[in-house]
């Protein structure tokens, strides 16, 4: 980076200013020809700030929804549709209800690929609205097309707090909300915002409560291996370093 700087920079000659004055360069400030160096006039520092990108936005994509933009990815899909004990759970909560889900509307609130969508029209659901913010969008229409279900699902692109929906109310709300730790993430505020002020009084909210379950543990190799780490380096007493670790 220095030495870029030192090429974009170059202090003026005695005979074109006074000593210490600093004047922009372009990339190239002279070209080989015919065995000579042949000098290119400096451009004002107007012209070299045209020349900027604009910075982006703040209210970006890049920068205010990057949480959602992760949620483009198809890795993330894949490692949430292969996980037994997350996606089998829903399936059989939904399938083994069908008598609930039979002519009624659902309502996905991060529906991602959709694939509880699938499950509630697969279980009898009259209309399946699936709310989705990432671009994983585009390719859970098409999924639900290639199923059959296309005339059943709708998705709406967009934050479910913004959004509006085809319908003023459903009769059953499916989201996995669920992060790490249970809460992480924040989701549980747009289940609770979508519930409020879509669900039919009666309305069912799949999952309608959760059980957190903690218990302690020891991993002294762990412990070691993240923590005393820190106690010697190369010869040298790294501990202060240790109860911030």
């Given at each position: 980076?220095?030495?870029m700087s030192?090429?974009?920079?170059?202090?003026?000659?005695?005979?074109?200013?006074?000593?210490g004055?600093?004047?922009?360069?372009?990339k190239?400030?002279?070209?080989?020809?015919?065995?000579?160096s042949?000098?290119q006039a400096?451009p004002?520092?107007?012209?070299?700030?045209?020349?900027w990108q604009p910075?982006?936005?703040k209210?970006?994509?890049?920068?205010?929804d990057?949480y959602?933009?992760?949620?483009?990815?198809?890795?993330i899909?894949e490692?949430?549709?292969k996980?037994q004990?997350?996606t089998?759970?829903?399936?059989?909560?939904i399938?083994?209800?069908?008598h609930?889900?039979?002519?009624?509307?659902?309502?996905?609130?991060?529906?991602?690929?959709?694939?509880?969508?699938l499950f509630?029209?697969?279980?009898?659901?009259?209309?399946?609205?699936?709310?989705?913010?990432?671009?994983?969008?585009?390719?859970?229409?098409?999924?639900a097309?290639?199923?059959?279900?296309?005339?059943v699902?709708?998705?709406?692109?967009g934050k479910v707090?913004?959004v509006?929906?085809?319908?003023e109310?459903v009769?059953?709300?499916?989201?996995?909300?669920?992060?790490y730790?249970?809460?992480?993430?924040?989701?549980?505020?747009s289940?609770l915002?979508?519930?409020?002020?879509?669900?039919?009084?009666g309305?069912?909210?799949?999952?309608?409560?959760?059980?957190?379950?903690?218990?302690g543990l020891?991993?002294?190799?762990?412990?070691?291996?993240?923590i005393?780490?820190?106690?010697?380096?190369?010869?040298?007493?790294?501990?202060?370093?240790?109860e911030?670790?």
């Amino acid at each position: 980076r220095g030495l870029m700087s030192k090429q974009r920079k170059a202090q003026k000659q005695s005979h074109s200013g006074s000593a210490g004055e600093v004047r922009w360069l372009p990339k190239s400030v002279s070209r080989e020809s015919s065995g000579s160096s042949v000098q290119q006039a400096p451009p004002t520092l107007e012209a070299f700030r045209s020349e900027w990108q604009p910075l982006p936005d703040k209210s970006s994509t890049s920068n205010s929804d990057y949480y959602f933009n992760s949620y483009a990815r198809f890795g993330i899909h894949e490692d949430m549709l292969k996980d037994q004990a997350r996606t089998g759970t829903y399936m059989k909560a939904i399938m083994n209800s069908r008598h609930l889900f039979e002519g009624k509307t659902v309502l996905d609130v991060g529906s991602g690929t959709g694939i509880l969508c699938l499950f509630a029209a697969k279980a009898g659901a009259k209309k399946c609205i699936g709310i989705e913010c990432s671009d994983i969008i585009h390719f859970a229409k098409g999924i639900a097309e290639k199923n059959g279900y296309g005339e059943v699902i709708t998705f709406v692109h967009g934050k479910v707090e913004e959004v509006e929906l085809p319908v003023e109310s459903v009769d059953i709300i499916v989201s996995e909300w669920m992060g790490y730790f249970l809460i992480y993430e924040s989701m549980l505020d747009s289940v609770l915002f979508a519930r409020d002020r879509w669900l039919k009084k009666g309305g069912l909210l799949y999952p309608d409560h959760a059980r957190l379950y903690m218990a302690g543990l020891e991993d002294a190799e762990y412990k070691e291996e993240k923590i005393g780490f820190w106690n010697q380096l190369w010869g040298f007493n790294f501990s202060p370093v240790q109860e911030w670790a």
